[in-house]
């Protein structure tokens, strides 16, 4: 942290954690105030959630069919147009270098369509764990299961064609969230646990596959743990280091491709300005949790205004999807890409993990494949359910 001037650092950052902790509880509770949902209804959701088998309307099937078949004639033609396979190969089968695989993610991982890189992020995700379930649910025939596990495979190369360990990964993880959240919300510790070293498992591979200089287990799981809970602190303390010492707050300039757009000229993202400032290396990145970039726009109104909205939104989300839809094929899959855009939260912009994470697109989704059934708590009835007609 030698590149920039002394400032207290690290009590800024230790009280805007305390702050951030604060406020997403009080989000919590405001969500829950402003939705008139009180905690003897949460738990009647989770028990019926609980009890009750996932619920799916007469022509969620047939609509899962076609979305599969449209989704992976997309992912095709761009596979295909973009050359993508070997690419992928190379990627996880050469010996390259660390640095090596790094130059080549920037210059080919991905598409140069950015709206197709979107889809990957969450809307085509989303669109697999809805045909997953349904094929758990046995709820197809023979010829739309092979085409919905031909959709799913697709974009478990759609998420490999980024170049990127985290993205494949993660999508296996989510499927195995929704193979439980087909079950039950609750989180048991031998549950959590199986998660945890599946994790590990999962992640470590990616990692010796990926990097070839890491010679057995240990090396790994060193990786590992650097990459997961070293490297976001140190990411954490550069922008607070750097922000306001050298590089002045900016208002909100840098927050919106729209303003940058307005003003005429690019403005250079703050991640690349932390780690130049840090590295004296243009091109270095330094992401971090969400409340550095909350940090880097609006100070300390910054910190506290994002985490209470993060806090709030969240909780919505989770009332609209399991408190008053209930169990459904839609409302699983909402929840398994939330639990991805909390993790793009955890380790970037809250505007990034919106659009990206597809935290913003989770009710419109639900919304466009949801049963004819919704599953509303009745009030004065001490949140027992009831199933009313949505349309």
Not at 141 to 152: E, Q
Not at 190 to 199: K, P, S, T, V, Y
Not at 233 to 261: C, D, H, M, Q, R
Not at 310 to 319: S, V
Request: glycine letters at 8%.
């Amino acid at each position: 942290m030698s590149a920039a001037p002394y400032n207290d650092a690290i009590g800024a950052l230790d009280l805007s954690l305390a702050i951030s902790i604060i406020c997403i509880t009080f989000g919590i509770g405001l969500a829950d105030f402003a939705s008139g949902i009180s905690h003897q209804q949460i738990q009647a959701a989770l028990h019926s959630w609980r009890t009750r088998p996932v619920r799916i309307s007469k022509g969620v099937g047939q609509r899962v069919e076609v979305i599969s078949i449209i989704g992976l004639l997309i992912i095709l033609a761009v596979v295909v147009l973009e050359n993508n396979i070997p690419k992928i190969i190379v990627y996880f089968i050469s010996d390259a270098s660390e640095v090596a695989k790094i130059a080549m993610r920037r210059e080919s991982g991905g598409s140069r369509f950015y709206l197709f890189n979107l889809l990957v992020s969450n809307v085509l995700p989303f669109c697999a764990f809805c045909c997953f379930i349904v094929i758990r649910q046995r709820s197809m025939k023979l010829r739309a299961i092979a085409i919905a596990w031909a959709f799913i495979i697709a974009v478990v190369v759609a998420k490999a064609s980024t170049l990127s360990k985290a993205p494949l990964a993660i999508f296996i993880l989510q499927l195995l969230v929704v193979e439980h959240l087909r079950k039950s919300l609750d989180l048991p510790l031998g549950m959590a646990i199986r998660f945890i070293l599946f994790g590990v498992l999962l992640f470590g591979a990616m990692v010796l596959i990926a990097i070839r200089e890491l010679h057995g287990v240990g090396d790994a799981l060193e990786f590992l743990f650097y990459r997961i809970f070293m490297i976001p602190n140190e990411s954490l303390l550069e922008y607070y280091t750097a922000i306001p010492s050298v590089i002045p707050y900016s208002w909100g300039s840098k927050s919106s491709w729209l303003i940058s757009f307005l003003a005429g000229e690019p403005n250079e993202p703050t991640y690349l300005l932390v780690g130049a400032v840090h590295r004296g290396v243009e091109g270095s990145t330094s992401t971090a949790l969400f409340i550095a970039d909350a940090w880097a726009d609006f100070s300390w109104i910054g910190v506290l205004l994002f985490s209470l909205f993060a806090g709030f939104f969240i909780r919505l989300l989770d009332i609209e999807l399991f408190v008053k839809r209930g169990k459904t094929v839609a409302t699983i899959a909402g929840l398994a890409l939330g639990h991805y855009g909390i993790f793009v939260m955890l380790s970037t912009a809250l505007q990034t993990a919106m659009m990206t994470g597809g935290l913003i697109l989770i009710i419109p989704l639900v919304v466009a494949l949801s049963s004819s059934l919704k599953w509303v708590p009745d009030n004065n009835n001490g949140g027992r359910e009831q199933l009313v007609t949505t349309g």
